[in-house]
C-alpha cells in the first residue's frame, strides 16, 4: 500500500513540476512579444498576450467614477484567459515580473492619458497600478515610473501605486524612501489588501501613504444584519485617525454598499456590485456614456 501510495504521489510531483516548467516557458515567450520592438504602440495590442482589464473606482459619495484600477490578465495561446492569481506568482518568482510590470505601467498610463484626452467626462479619473514586492525593491523603480510618466505627458497625481503591506515590510528601510520619493513627485500611494497583513498597526505611522484599500474580507463580512463589522469600523476609524483615503474593495451586494456610504462621508467602493473588471472595449461604453 505504501508503495503504491508514493508511486501516485510522484506522477503528481513529476506533473506538477512539468507543468510549472511549461508555464514558465510559455511566460517567457508572453514577456517577449511584450518586449519585442516591433509591438511597442500601446494602440495596436493584437499580438499581446498579455492584456488589461478595468475595473472602476467609485465616489460612495455620489457614485462618480474617480478611477480605475488596472488588472493583468494573460491570454495563453492554448489555455486561453489565465488570472493573475495563477500567473503573478510565478512571474516574481522567475523576476519576469519586472518586463511585465513596465509593459503595465506604460500601456496602462497610455490608455488614461488617451481617454482623458477623448473622454469630457473622464478627464479627471486615475489610474492605479499593482506594484510587486520585487518591483518595489528595484533601485531604479523611481526612474522607471517618472520617465514613464514623462514620455506619456502624464501628470503624477494621476497615478495611484498599490502595494501590500507584506511587500513594504520585505526591506522597509528602503520602501520608505522610495515610497517617500514617489509622493514628493506627487505619485499617490496606497496600501492593498490592507487588514490582511501582520503588520499593520504597528509599522503603520511610519509608511508613507495616501491611502488604504480595505481588503475585501471585511467587507464581505457586511450582513443585513449589520453584524461583524466591528474590525471593519475599527479599520475605519485607524484610517480616518491618520488622515488616509479609503477605498473599501469587494463590495458585492446592495446593503454592503448601503452599510458603506453610511459609515464613509468620503471614501471610494469597488466591487462586482458597483462594476466587475472590464476589457478595453468595455470600459470605453462606459467611460463614453454613463459617468
Ligand atoms: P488586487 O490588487 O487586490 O485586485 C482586486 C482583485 O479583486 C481583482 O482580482 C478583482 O477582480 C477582484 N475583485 C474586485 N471586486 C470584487 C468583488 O466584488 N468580489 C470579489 N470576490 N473579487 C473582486 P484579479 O483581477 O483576479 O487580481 C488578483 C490580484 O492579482 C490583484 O489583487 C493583484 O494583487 C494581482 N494583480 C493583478 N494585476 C496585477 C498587475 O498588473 N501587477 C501585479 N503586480 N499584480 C497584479
Ligand atoms: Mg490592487
Ligand atoms: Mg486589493
Ligand atoms: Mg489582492
Known amino acids: 500500500l505504501g508503495n503504491s501510495y508514493t508511486k501516485v504521489f510522484e506522477i503528481s510531483m513529476r506533473e506538477r513540476v512539468l507543468e510549472r516548467l511549461q508555464l514558465e516557458k510559455d511566460l517567457r515567450q ?24 478595468y475595473q472602476p473606482i467609485v465616489s460612495l459619495k455620489n457614485m462618480r467614477i474617480v478611477g480605475l484600477e488596472a488588472l493583468i490578465r494573460w491570454r495563453h495561446p492554448q489555455r486561453g484567459l489565465i488570472s493573475p492569481t495563477y500567473f ?5 518568482e522567475t523576476g519576469l515580473i519586472i518586463p511585465i510590470g513596465d509593459w503595465i505601467m506604460r500601456n496602462a498610463c497610455y490608455q488614461l492619458k488617451s481617454w482623458h484626452q477623448r473622454f469630457t467626462n473622464a478627464k479627471d479619473i486615475t489610474i492605479s497600478v499593482n506594484l510587486s514586492p520585487k518591483q518595489l525593491a528595484q533601485d531604479d523603480v523611481l526612474d522607471k515610473c517618472l520617465n514613464t510618466l514623462q514620455e506619456i505627458e502624464l501628470e503624477p497625481q494621476y497615478l495611484k501605486i498599490e502595494l501590500t503591506e507584506s511587500s513594504i515590510m520585505e526591506n522597509p528601510n528602503f520602501a520608505v524612501s522610495v515610497l517617500r520619493k514617489m509622493q514628493q513627485a506627487g505619485i499617490n500611494i496606497y496600501i492593498d489588501d490592507f487588514g490582511t497583513g501582520y503588520s499593520s498597526l504597528a509599522y503603520l505611522h511610519k509608511f508613507p501613504f495616501d491611502g488604504l484599500k480595505i481588503d475585501r ?19 475605519i476609524s485607524l ?10 474593495e469587494g463590495i458585492e451586494s446592495l446593503a454592503q454598499l448601503n452599510y458603506l456610504q453610511d459609515l464613509l462621508q468620503e471614501g471610494d467602493g469597488q466591487g462586482f456590485f458597483l462594476f466587475r473588471p472590464l476589457d478595453l472595449k468595455g470600459i470605453e ?6 459617468m
Open 239 to 248: 484610517a480616518q485617525s491618520v488622515n488616509a483615503h479609503i477605498v473599501a
Open 217 to 235: 474580507s471585511f467587507v464581505n463580512n457586511i450582513h443585513a444584519d449589520n453584524n461583524g463589522t466591528e474590525i471593519l469600523q475599527a479599520i
Open 285 to 290: 461604453a462606459i467611460l463614453q456614456t454613463s
Open 88 to 92: 503573478i506568482p510565478l512571474a516574481e
Open 30 to 53: 508572453a514577456v517577449a512579444i511584450a518586449q519585442d520592438p516591433q509591438n511597442q504602440d500601446p494602440q495596436n495590442q493584437e499580438n499581446q498576450e498579455f492584456l488589461i482589464y
